[in-house]
């Protein structure tokens, strides 16, 4: 079975006889490569060590799913709140947009998680284990000796050990770590829908980094498909200077730079050859700059033919930095990002909401109409709080059980039920009206109101 060579034309993942196949990147060393690892161990560190780190008494980053609530660097929303996402998400989005037009795919190269754990944890694991590219290739094409299964129940039982450590930090985004820690001291069966969950996760994520791998960017990625329209010939992207490299050729044979070396077909993640243009497959990683630069030092000539640059500035054309794509997502980036910055300034710290009970909508005995209630009423402050209910109403002699100016304690984030029965003489009932409820706050000042219809007989 032998690899076809790279083209443009399809994909590089793909043997002649249409197998897949596996990409064994070399080794390669540089300031690119140097930056992206300092980069990948910050990002490794903020994605396990964010659930440990508390911001007015919950985690940086919490989805409390089970309680209704997302803590986000502490602002608290509750699921009515959710429609402020939509705003963040969206201003999150552009900028994602405005970095792609100007620098291309970086994200995917330096950020993306998927890169982050293949490039930086799986395939580092691979290499002190299996050796360096040609080792590895060798090794996929062996028989099967005692050696080989030793080497590869080894590999594989920490890609599952690290599998599964990814998943239980995910995990711990929607239990807290506290929570986590003591589902991991109890049995399975205890909480046999997060176990089955856990190990569900562990098996994708298992599948992903031991198989699948560069497979996740080209076939399912969709932001790699979005490239094609979000940059354009004056994006900065990962190039070969074909003016100077050309033509290539053996070492003393050719007046062009490229000696033909393969080098960065060798250290390349997908696959791909950077010198037949921009392609789907490339992820931006800068690995074919650090190859290409090594070699043009052991040559003597200058770095770059390989270089971050945009494709008009590779041709010799002009560049435009400022485009009309630019200030339109500049401008829905702003807008998503103000719309959501202005939407929590106004977001009220105590949530309250009156539900009618289930039943019939009103009660009637021979002196009596009663409406029954269940209020809903949530202490949004990272701090506890006094709250009084009262109650309005434009029909005098209105009853509250339990009595008006009610005060409930709520912890800090606490949520509670309470039922609110109200009830009229029937001869006063004037017909439907609303009752206002009121939460007031310290000093009396009313922090969330709600109005609810008082149900009775049909009067004429």
Aim: proline share 5%; net charge positive; glycine share 8%.
């Amino acid at each position: 079975m032998r690899r076809k060579a790279p083209t443009i034309d399809s994909v590089t993942t793909i043997n002649e006889d249409g197998s897949r196949y596996f990409v064994h990147p070399a080794d390669v060393q540089g300031r690119f490569t140097m930056w992206r690892r300092i980069a990948a161990g910050f990002l490794i560190a903020v994605y396990v060590f964010l659930p440990f780190i508390k911001i007015n008494g919950a985690p940086a980053v919490f989805l409390d799913l089970m309680h209704g609530k997302i803590h986000l660097f502490g602002i608290t929303f509750l699921f009515q709140d959710m429609w402020l996402l939509f705003f963040l998400i969206t201003g999150v989005g552009f900028f994602l947009f405005l970095v792609t037009a100007v620098l291309g795919r970086i994200w995917c190269g330096w950020a993306c998680p998927e890169t982050v754990f293949l490039d930086q944890v799986f395939r580092q694991v691979e290499r002190l284990i299996d050796g360096d590219a040609t080792n590895r290739r060798k090794l996929d094409a062996a028989p099967w000796t005692p050696g080989k299964l030793v080497r590869r129940t080894l590999k594989h039982g920490i890609y599952f050990l690290l599998s599964a450590l990814i998943a239980h930090v995910f995990l711990s985004y929607f239990v807290s770590m506290p929570t986590l820690y003591g589902m991991i001291h109890r049995s399975p069966l205890e909480n046999w829908s997060v176990f089955l969950f856990v190990l569900s996760l562990t098996g994708v994520l298992y599948f992903n980094f031991a198989w699948f791998r560069e497979q996740f960017c080209i076939v399912m990625c969709p932001y790699g498909r979005l490239q094609s329209i979000l940059i354009d010939d004056n994006s900065v992207v990962v190039g070969y200077d074909e003016r100077r490299g050309e033509p290539r050729g053996k070492l003393g044979t050719t007046t062009g730079d490229c000696v033909d070396c393969l080098r960065c077909v060798q250290v390349c993640p997908t696959g791909i050859d950077i010198r037949q243009g921009l392609q789907l497959e490339c992820i931006s990683c800068a690995a074919c700059v650090d190859a290409c630069d090594e070699v043009m030092a052991k040559l003597g000539r200058p770095p770059g033919l390989v270089r971050h640059d945009s494709m008009n500035a590779l041709a010799g054309k002009s560049v435009r930095f400022l485009r009309p794509r630019l200030f339109i997502y500049l401008l829905l980036m702003l807008v998503g990002a103000g719309a959501f910055l202005y939407s929590i300034q106004h977001v009220k710290p105590v949530v309250v909401s009156v539900l009618r009970m289930q039943g019939a909508p009103y009660f009637r005995d021979e002196n009596t109409v009663r409406n029954n209630f269940l209020m809903r009423i949530a202490n949004k402050r990272p701090v506890p709080q006094d709250y009084t209910i009262t109650m309005e109403s434009p029909v005098a002699g209105l009853e509250v059980a339990g009595g008006n100016n009610k005060v409930l304690h709520l912890k800090a984030g606490e949520e509670t039920q309470e039922p609110l029965i109200l009830s009229l003489p029937d001869a006063d009932f004037p017909g439907q009206f609303e009752v206002k409820v009121s939460v007031k706050g310290e000093g009396g000042k009313v922090e969330a109101e709600n109005a609810v219809p008082f149900l009775g007989p049909f009067r004429e």
